[in-house]
Structure formats: structure tokens, C-alpha cells
């Protein structure tokens, strides 16, 4: 479980967090939803270490993230799996190169073991024949499973994702959803997702959170969203429909 | 910044391939540079001298000597600032303007050492064995045109080049190679590493990765020369 308690973030004087606390919990899709500049990516990279908050913590299962030292947030770190929005997949690396990085680089496996692992990766995101293409060779929606299958490589518990959908046709970001909601599920990761696709919302999403000026908006579940009476969601709903 | 590597192995790998796009991957530019200095060199030197009072090996002796302590080292050094500069601070700096450096990070990588360090390593590894190179075919180059022009001898070319020949001169080089290669890498990652943005800040770091590159080289040229020489 990840934990947010009271999380702000600063810039040059500008709050751009403004306390978010909330829970979440393994074995579900979590959302994150706004418009831009709502703060869902800064409140993403504050979870994941890639920015310090100014204030506030985050706890990976009780471990306070931003106080641990170098090692343990490496520990932590460890057990991380993120999808990118531009996927950020390594360009002089073929995708099997990619998906058995990590596992070179933590693990001491041998080479067939790491292959045997890659390929696992590969079918558990519906993609083989593909080892030996360089990024640059295959679709966006093949990149993102690439990117999904390399988070996966090791055995992580908190898988965060975004906006994994960006850039994609309407099929291939079904096929994306199902992919992280299946995934989830069966390894029963704590799952973060940014987004603001609501398709996603309704098909995948068990808690979501929706973020407005750096505020928790309003959190709830996914059938709460349609009833609920915040003005901005509603606004924010009605817009998605109208992209 | 640069902390101890997670895994040896892996960055013995990233070493060796850095080593090859440094040393392998510089060479023919090199030796193009390298062939043309001693040429033009012999050439200019014959021109300067041309006295009864001269023996020709001095224009051997004055070409090797001066490919030596200064061409070889410092003008292939500025064009390698150029070509593996611009290349080490785009690739870096395309790496973090696309994610992948938040990518090592999120794994638990030291993206500094990651990235910087076998490149720096490979650096001041394979630049001194070009600039050896480039000493070696700078006096052939000197040798043909001598030769080609009339002007002296591939034997007076050697005698000159072999009686004033000191191995400190040699050693000299070497510690500017090292120095140069050292500048051009380090440098050349660190702009690259603080690149933010998108293409047009790429192009802007591998600008001033090589405009600093060159500086340096040039200022840590004269800074050497006073102290060792």
C-alpha cells in the first residue's frame, strides 16, 4: 500500500501541491485524473522520488520514503515499476535488450534464465516475435507494452503509469487498459495511473482521484464519478465527452 | 555525484562499447587530420627555412617535435570536442529530455554513473592511443610530402625526427591527451545531463559542450605547457 499524508510541493514560491493525503491500496487501479496543470504529474514524480515534495510524506508499505537513505530508497526503488508517457524506452537497446536490463543489472540470473524471464514479460503483455526489433521499428501501442513488460521484469508491488494511453488509438488504449487492469490483478500490484482519458476511468478504474489546482478535488469510486455533485469533476466529465 | 557502479559487469560492457565508438569510432578522422598536419607542416617549415645554413633533418626534427608537443594533442583534441563532445552531449541529453534517465533513476540506477562514467573512462583510455596514432602518421605525412615536394628525404625526415625525439616530449603529449579527453567527456556529460526541454535544447547542450570543450582544452593547453615545459 502507498500512503500520501499532507504532500506539498513548491516551485520558486508556488505551491503546486497543496497537501494531498490520501491511500493506495494493492490489487487495484488507482486513478489520477485532471486537466493539465491540475498537478497529477508532479504528485506522480513526488511518489516516485524523481522530485523531492517541500513538505509531507509517502510511505511504501510504512517505509517513509523521502527519509530513508541512499540504500534503502534503492531497496525501495527496487520493487518501482513505471510506464512513462513517452514510454522512455532505451533507443539503442532492441526491446529485448530493454525488458532484460533490469534483470541484468539486480538480479544474478544467468543469460537463459534472463531471457526466459524476457520472454515471460513479452506474453504476459500479448508480444513475442518482437526481441530482436530496436524501438524505433515497432508501433506506439507495441512501445507501451514494451515499457509495461520491462516494468515488470522484476518483481515489482507498485506499478505507476503516465498517462499510458497518450498518443494512442482508441483500440490499442482498450487493449493497454486491460492489459494494466489484468496485470494488477494477478500480481496484485498497487497500481498508479495519471490520466485523463475517461474511457479509462469507467473500464478500469476502482479508486480514482481527481486532482484540481493542486487540490484533491474529490476521491471516490468509479461509480460514485457519474453522481457525484463537485462542480469541477462534473465539468471536467462533460469536457472529456466533447475531446 | 558519481557513486560506486550497482553492477561491475554491465558497466564493463557500456565501457568496452564506449571505447569502440570513442577509439574506433574517431579513428579515420583522425588520421585524416594527422596525415594532412605533418603534410602542410613539412611544407610550411621548408618554406620558413629554406637557407643553405639548414640542414634538411631540422624540418624533420621541427615537424616531429611540434606534432609532438602541440599539433597532435591539441587539434585533434578540439576536433574530437567537436565529433565525440556534440555526440556524448546529444545522446545524454536525448536520454533525459526522453525519459530514460528518470527511467534509471526509477529502477534504482545511479543515471550519473550510469550514463557518465564509462564514457569518461573509455575517454581518457582511447584518446591517448589516437593521439599516439595521430604522432605517428602526422610525421608519414611529413615523410610524403618531403618526399613528394623534393624538399628533403624520407631518410633526412627520420634522421632529424629521431635525433631530436625525447621521450619526456612523448610523455608530455600523453598527460595532454589524458587532460583533453578528461575535459571533452566530463564536459560533454554534464551538459548533456542538464539539458531540459525538448530537440531545440538538445542541439543548444551540444553546442556548449563543444564551444566549452574547446575552451578549456585551449586554456588547459597553455596552463600545461607553462607548467611542464
Not at chain 2, 554491465?10 to 579513428?27: D, F, H, P, Q
Amino acid at each position: 500500500m502507498i500512503e500520501l499524508t499532507n504532500l506539498k510541493k513548491s516551485f520558486d514560491g508556488v505551491e503546486v501541491l497543496k497537501g494531498i493525503s490520501t491511500k493506495f491500496e494493492p490489487g487495484k487501479i488507482n486513478l489520477i485524473i485532471g486537466a493539465s496543470g491540475g498537478g497529477k504529474s508532479v504528485l506522480m514524480k513526488c511518489m516516485v522520488g524523481l522530485l523531492k515534495p517541500t513538505e509531507g510524506n509517502v510511505l511504501y508499505d510504512n517505509r517513509d520514503f523521502h527519509k530513508l537513505d541512499n540504500k534503502e530508497i534503492r531497496d525501495v526503488r527496487r520493487e518501482i515499476g513505471m510506464l512513462f508517457q513517452g514510454n522512455a524506452l532505451f533507443d539503442s537497446y532492441t526491446v529485448e535488450e530493454n525488458i532484460e536490463f533490469p534483470l541484468k543489472m539486480f538480479t544474478e540470473m544467468s543469460p537463459a534464465e534472463r531471457i526466459d524471464r524476457v520472454n515471460f514479460c513479452l506474453e504476459q503483455v500479448h508480444l513475442e516475435g518482437v526481441n530482436s526489433k530496436y524501438p524505433a521499428e515497432i508501433s506506439g501501442g507495441m512501445k507501451k507494452r514494451v515499457g509495461i513488460a520491462r516494468a515488470i521484469a522484476l518483481d515489482i508491488k507498485y506499478l505507476f503509469c503516465d498517462e499510458p494511453n497518450s498518443g494512442l488509438d482508441p483500440v490499442t488504449s482498450r487493449v493497454i487498459d486491460q492489459l494494466l487492469e489484468e496485470i494488477t490483478k494477478e500480481f496484485q500490484m498497487t497500481t498508479v495511473i495519471n490520466t485523463h482519458d475517461m474511457k479509462t476511468v469507467f473500464d478500469i478504474g476502482d479508486q480514482i482521484i481527481y486532482m484540481y489546482e493542486g487540490n484533491k478535488w474529490w476521491e471516490g469510486k468509479k461509480s460514485d464519478v457519474r453522481h457525484s455533485n463537485n462542480e469541477e469533476l462534473q465539468a471536467f466529465i462533460n469536457a472529456s465527452y466533447f475531446e | 555525484m558519481i557513486s560506486r557502479p550497482e553492477k561491475l559487469s554491465v558497466y564493463w560492457e557500456r565501457t568496452a562499447l564506449e571505447m569502440k565508438n570513442i577509439g574506433a569510432g574517431s579513428l579515420a578522422i583522425v588520421a585524416i587530420i594527422a596525415v594532412f598536419q605533418g603534410a602542410v607542416t613539412t611544407l610550411q617549415i621548408a618554406y620558413q627555412l629554406i637557407s643553405p645554413l639548414v640542414a634538411n633533418p631540422v624540418i624533420g626534427s621541427i615537424v616531429s617535435d611540434s606534432s609532438m608537443l602541440e599539433l597532435a594533442p591539441t587539434i585533434t583534441c578540439l576536433v574530437l570536442a567537436g565529433k565525440v563532445g556534440s555526440h556524448i552531449a546529444s545522446e545524454i541529453g536525448t536520454m533525459k529530455v526522453s525519459e530514460q534517465i528518470d527511467a534509471l533513476e526509477i529502477m534504482g540506477i545511479n543515471s550519473n554513473a550510469f550514463v557518465a562514467l564509462p564514457k569518461i573512462i573509455a575517454g581518457v583510455v582511447m584518446v591517448p592511443c589516437l593521439i599516439v596514432i595521430s604522432i605517428l602518421l602526422s610525421n608519414l605525412g611529413g615523410i610524403f610530402a618531403g618526399s613528394a615536394s623534393g624538399i628533403l628525404t624520407a631518410d633526412e625526415f627520420i634522421q632529424g625526427a629521431r635525433e631530436s625525439f625525447l621521450p619526456f616530449n612523448l610523455a608530455f603529449s600523453l598527460i595532454k591527451a589524458f587532460v583533453y579527453a578528461f575535459i571533452i567527456t566530463s564536459v560533454s556529460s554534464y551538459h548533456g545531463y542538464q539539458t531540459s526541454g525538448g530537440a531545440l535544447e538538445v542541439g543548444h547542450s551540444s553546442t556548449k559542450a563543444v564551444v566549452y570543450s574547446a575552451v578549456l582544452i585551449l586554456f588547459s593547453d597553455y596552463l600545461l605547457t607553462q607548467l611542464l615545459l
